[in-house]
């Protein structure tokens, strides 16, 4: 999820390291989605390919790699998120659930359409973490509607640039 694939991020383990080069990360792991999408509500889909993109800094985003799924697609990605800012700038972490490659949807030409969404506040320490089920909203006319479900673990750490 580290956005400068020129540079390798890793852990601190204990030695000495320049004040430089550490950065606060949040460490993402990604397992999958339920209940979205239900065929029965919108029967007109067909096509049913999933990736996940989240963000805590609205200009550097991660995107999972799609998936096929019905109504719980599966991605088990990991990566690290820097935060180069911590803690006052940064409180949530951004998710949202994109249905992929789906031209017949109207309303749209990139084939790209939000299935759920939700904002998940970080850990507020170092080392803190966060671990769960959290309810995806989606937009519907002129309101939102509580659909589905995100599997997700972020954890607060202390990485190195090398």
Request: glycine content about 8%; aromatic content about 12%; overall charge neutral.
């Amino acid at each position: 999820m580290e956005n400068d694939s020129n540079r390798i991020v890793s852990r601190i383990q204990d030695g000495v390291i320049s004040r430089r080069n550490v950065y606060l990360g949040l460490h993402l792991e990604i397992f999958y989605a339920e209940d979205i999408d239900n065929p029965s509500n919108y029967p007109d889909v067909f096509n049913r390919e999933y990736r996940l993109v989240v963000w805590v800094n609205p200009n550097e985003e991660f995107s999972t790699i799609p998936v096929e799924g019905l109504l719980n697609p599966v991605w088990n990605a990991s990566g690290v998120i820097l935060l180069k800012k911590f803690p006052g700038y940064h409180t949530f972490l951004n998710v949202e659930v994109l249905r992929v490659n789906s031209m017949n949807d109207p309303g749209t030409s990139s084939g790209v359409i939000i299935v759920g969404k939700v904002k998940i506040p970080l850990p507020k320490i170092l080392y803190g973490e966060t671990i769960g089920r959290f309810e995806l909203v989606r937009e519907m006319g002129e309101g939102f509607k509580f659909e589905g479900h995100i599997h997700l673990s972020m954890k607060l750490r202390k990485y190195i640039y090398v």
